[in-house]
Each structure stands twice: as structure tokens, then as C-alpha cells.
């Protein structure tokens, strides 16, 4: 093993903590669970005065005892992968287990599980639109036309959510975007008279967009005591539900105005 006395090592340990720690919150982990990884990766080498303070945007590695050392690193976006989670609570396991593996190679490995891809787009979209038609087949929606409609809907509302995320990173207006979309294709087709109502393709494509994962993880960062992540997940999961509501909401009430029915 390096010198654990050894400056360079000592930010290099540091560095890598903080590596693994963004790719965890980027990719959706519980705040608890990336500090107890930071801290157990900087244990694992022989440093054992380390404060880590994590929230879904911010992560802050600093030695509050000998040298003074600290580093930061703010998270600008979020999503929720859970095979690179899986992956990066492997390695972790694996770097604190092993002791001798070199910095150079577990800043490698770190670096190949951010650029995995579990999924090809297509099967992503193909998995959506199913999803959502059969959801859409539970509340009644259970005629081809319909089930057929619900999976292009939801297709073409999740590919413009990743559009306007790349180009605004909002999630809320992305959202609330896409959630305009889908409620407009349910009216558009029941004028067409294509599918009978559009209250179960509206139900059924929304789904993808819900931030039920998001909302789940803040309560559970509530529970293990970390109020303010858990807080800000909440209200960001609340934020997301609103602006899809509002998107839905603002078509039916401009349809409902010019004299639609539903």
C-alpha cells in the first residue's frame, strides 16, 4: 500500500471519494448511502478524520483534524439508473475490500461504469410505450386502438422530455412540455375518433414522467436524518407532479373553454 502519509495520495483518495460520489448522486442514489460510501472508501486507506456533506446538489469531502484539505463538487443534473448504482456499490465494496489495487486502475474502472449504457434507446422507448399501454389497459383503456395509441404517445413525450432536458435541464418545464403533448394527442385522436376517450392514454402516458423513485428516495433520506436532501427530493418530486398536472390541466380547460367534451 502507497504512503497514507503521502500529500498526493491523500488527494488522490480524496478525488476518487468524491468521483464515486458524484456518479452515485448524478445517477440517483440515497444522499445517506454516498456519504457512508465516501467515508468508508477514505477509512478503507488509513484516513480516518473525514467530513463529507452531501444534498442532491452539492457534495463537500474536507479533513477537519490534520491538514485541511477539501473538495467540492456540484451536481447540475439527476437521473435515476439503477445498474450504475448497482455497479458503483460493487466497486466500492471491492476498493475497500482490497487494499492493493492501484488509484490509476480504480479511476479507470470508475470512469468505464460512467459511460456504461444498460440499454439501447430503442429497447428504452419500446419498454416505455408498453409499460404505459399496459397501465393504460388497466383502467379500461383495453381496445388496440387505444393500447396501439398509448405506446406512440408515450414515446413521442419521453423523446421530448430528454429534447428539452438537454437543451434547459428543467425538469419541471420539461414535464410540463411533455405533459401538454400527451393530453393534446388524446383530444387530437378522440376528435379523430380513433380511441373513445382520452382519459386513459392521458393516464397511461404520463406515467414514464412521474417522479414516484425520486419522491421514495427523499423519504427515505428523511428517515435516515438528512433533512435537507430529503427535503429537497420531496419538493422536487412535488414540483414535477404539479407541472404535469398543470400541463394536462391547461389543454382540458382550453378544450372544456372552446366547447370540447371529454
Known amino acids: 500500500m502507497e504512503n497514507e502519509f503521502s500529500e498526493a495520495y491523500k488527494k488522490s483518495i480524496l478525488r476518487l471519494a468524491l468521483f464515486l460520489g458524484e456518479l452515485m448522486l448524478i445517477n440517483g442514489a440515497e444522499t445517506f448511502r454516498v456519504e457512508d460510501t465516501i467515508l468508508r472508501i477514505c477509512t478503507s486507506r488509513g484516513f480516518n478524520h473525514i467530513n463529507v456533506f452531501a444534498s442532491p446538489t452539492v457534495i463537500i469531502i474536507a479533513d477537519y483534524r490534520f491538514d485541511g484539505y477539501s473538495f467540492m463538487k456540484t451536481i447540475k443534473a439527476r437521473s435515476i439508473d439503477l445498474n450504475k448504482i448497482s455497479l458503483l456499490n460493487n466497486f466500492s465494496r471491492k476498493f475497500v475490500a482490497n487494499t492493493d489495487i492501484p488509484l490509476v486502475d480504480a479511476m479507470r474502472e470508475l470512469k468505464d ?53 438537454k437543451l434547459s435541464s428543467i425538469s419541471a418545464f420539461s414535464s410540463l412540455a411533455a405533459s401538454t403533448v400527451i393530453a393534446s394527442i388524446g383530444l387530437i385522436l378522440t376528435q379523430l375518433n380513433i380511441i373513445a376517450s382520452p382519459t386513459t392514454l ?61
Open 113 to 165: 461504469i460512467s459511460s456504461v449504457t444498460c440499454y439501447s434507446p430503442k429497447l428504452t422507448y419500446l419498454s416505455t410505450g408498453l409499460g404505459s399501454a399496459f397501465f393504460a389497459c388497466l383502467l379500461g383503456g383495453n381496445n388496440i386502438s387505444n393500447f396501439i395509441s398509448t405506446i406512440i404517445t408515450s414515446i413521442l413525450a419521453v423523446i421530448l422530455y430528454k429534447k428539452i432536458m
Open 202 to 262: 392521458i393516464v397511461g402516458s404520463i406515467m414514464p414522467l412521474l417522479p414516484g423513485v425520486s419522491f421514495i428516495k427523499g423519504i427515505r433520506d428523511l428517515i435516515s436524518g438528512d433533512l435537507i436532501s430529503g427535503v429537497a427530493r420531496s419538493f422536487d418530486a412535488c414540483v414535477t407532479a404539479v407541472s404535469i398536472a398543470c400541463g394536462v390541466g391547461i389543454i382540458l380547460n382550453m378544450w372544456i373553454s372552446l366547447g370540447g367534451n371529454l
